[in-house]
């Protein structure tokens, strides 16, 4: 077991039944959508999302069409305002997305964190949970030096504790050392892909923030676009509801309060380029001439979902979730 330091329900009926849409089959009506508002927010979780899921959490990086990308969207501020919301620390989820972050909103530690537009904040259970935190790395840290692989990563307002390069054949050892801490009033524990979160026990995540966000830049849900690929981003994907544009990203079937689907990170960040293409030409056109619609394809400057990526059926690859 290695120690990290760094510097990723309701009763609500989900889309279990279908599979979601792929965003290329809505282009008509994504345009019409997002070119009606004078401002919009698009947000976005980091791994698993805008990075691709990876063994080691030092390792995540943008996928390689991201940077050019999300700079373009980011000049178009303030028409477009950027945020993102990772299960990472502010500090190193800022150090991951290049200069996009300059006019960034970033929200850290599942939304325990704020920075940008004049949001820096920090939910005051980051503070009164830390000697909890710290309690809890003791004990715990003895129990798992003989786990190879195994990795707790202290994020300051939580912990991580990653399991994904150990044996599975030593999981069921794992699951009981978790399951017998008796773990103190002010801690929850989470389960993720990979992962072991224990974090303030508080009604606080990721989509509590993001409607502070859109508080302070006084815009309303429709005017938001938000992706996301894990159980974390669903908490925003509740609060959002059917209002705003909200895209899962992984496979299709994947029980998801999302509306639309991308396959992977690489096919995240065509949409992100489909919707840059908006703002630059409202009225773009396809290479037939005509305004591309589900039925007459993706335009031409963008690859075809089918090649670009996998099929909805296939799973991720499986790697660090934050």
Excluded at 193 to 202: A, L, S
Excluded at 272 to 294: C, K, Q, Y
């Amino acid at each position: 077991m290695s120690m990290m330091t760094s510097n990723k329900h309701n009763a609500v009926t989900l889309h279990e039944s279908t599979v979601r849409p792929h965003w290329a089959e809505r282009l008509s009506a994504l345009r019409a959508r997002i070119t009606r508002h004078s401002r919009i927010l698009i947000a976005s979780d980091f791994d698993g999302t805008l990075s691709p899921l990876v063994e080691h959490p030092g390792d995540a990086v943008l996928t390689p069409e991201a940077p050019a990308v999300l700079a373009r969207l980011a000049a178009m501020h303030p028409r477009v305002r950027l945020a993102f919301l990772s299960g990472r620390s502010l500090a190193d989820l800022a150090s991951r997305l290049g200069p996009a972050v300059d006019h960034a909103i970033l929200v850290g530690n599942h939304g325990l964190e704020l920075r940008g537009a004049h949001l820096d904040w920090i939910h005051r259970s980051a503070f009164t949970v830390r000697p909890h935190l710290e309690g809890l790395i003791e004990r715990l840290a003895p129990g798992l030096e003989d786990f190879a692989g195994v990795e707790l990563e202290d994020k300051g307002a939580s912990l991580t504790l990653h399991y994904r390069r150990m044996d599975t054949l030593d999981f069921p050892k794992l699951r009981a050392i978790i399951n017998a801490l008796a773990l103190p009033d002010q801690v929850r524990m989470h389960e993720g892909k990979k992962v072991f979160e224990f974090r303030p026990q508080v009604e606080w995540n990721k989509g509590f923030a993001l409607r502070r966000i859109l508080r302070r830049i006084n815009l309303s849900d429709d005017a938001v676009v938000f992706l996301g690929d894990d159980a974390t981003d669903e908490d925003v994907f509740r609060k959002l509801g059917t209002t705003a544009i909200t895209v899962h990203v992984g496979s299709a079937t994947v029980p998801s309060h999302a509306r639309l689907n991308a396959h992977d990170p690489a096919d995240a960040v065509l949409f992100l380029d489909a919707l840059a293409s908006f703002f630059d030409n409202p009225t773009f056109m396809d290479s037939r001439g005509t305004t591309p619609t589900a039925s007459s394809g993706s335009p031409p400057c963008w690859k075809s979902p089918s090649k670009a990526a996998p099929t909805a059926n296939t799973t991720s690859n499986p790697g660090y979730q934050g």
